[in-house]
């Protein structure tokens, strides 16, 4: 790549970290939702509605547990790519992510993807932080709903 497409892949790799490290907030909100949900199901459960509700709540946490476990990774990986891409020496991007999927194919048995550009799995990255966000959304809202079918 050319040093300003070298730039623009490090700038756009820097602001995806940043926005992957909100993350670990929604994590942290997430965990702060699960335990009444937890602690209501195993001491009150109530009714039927109330009962699928809370269970309802805590597959949502789940689900967004698995998000945040992967936005974390990510967040981790685009920020060397910044630090490593940010660096005054020459750097081929193209050749750093074709060898990341290599290593990332090799270490789970998996054959190489074809390469994908940065943009794609920016998008690909984001995508999974704005699930991460639906699911902390749906755990709130049945946890809610249970409190109102208590």
């Known amino acids: 790549m ?15 970290a940043a926005a992957l490290a909100q993350g670990r907030s929604l994590h942290l909100l997430s965990l702060s939702l699960l335990l009444p949900a937890l602690a209501t199901l195993l001491l009150a459960p109530g009714g039927p ?21 992967r936005s974390g ?29 290599q290593a990332l194919g090799s270490a789970f048995g998996q054959p190489a993807r074809s390469p994908r550009p940065l943009a794609e ?8 932080l704005r699930r991460q966000a639906l699911a902390l959304a749906l755990q ?10 208590g």
């Open 121 to 128: 799995r920016v998008r690909g990255a984001l995508g999974l």
């Open 49 to 69: 509605a109330r009962i699928a509700c809370l269970s309802l709540s805590l597959v949502a946490g789940a689900i967004q547990a698995y998000h945040a476990v």
């Open 73 to 101: 990774l990510d967040a981790a990986l685009f920020a060397h790519w910044a630090q490593c891409w940010s660096a005054p020496t020459a750097v081929d991007v193209d050749a750093d992510l074709q060898a990341f999927d």
């Open 140 to 149: 709130g809202l049945t946890l809610f709903a249970a409190m109102v079918a």
């Open 2 to 16: 050319a040093p300003d497409n070298t730039r623009d892949a490090a700038a756009s790799a820097a602001l995806t």
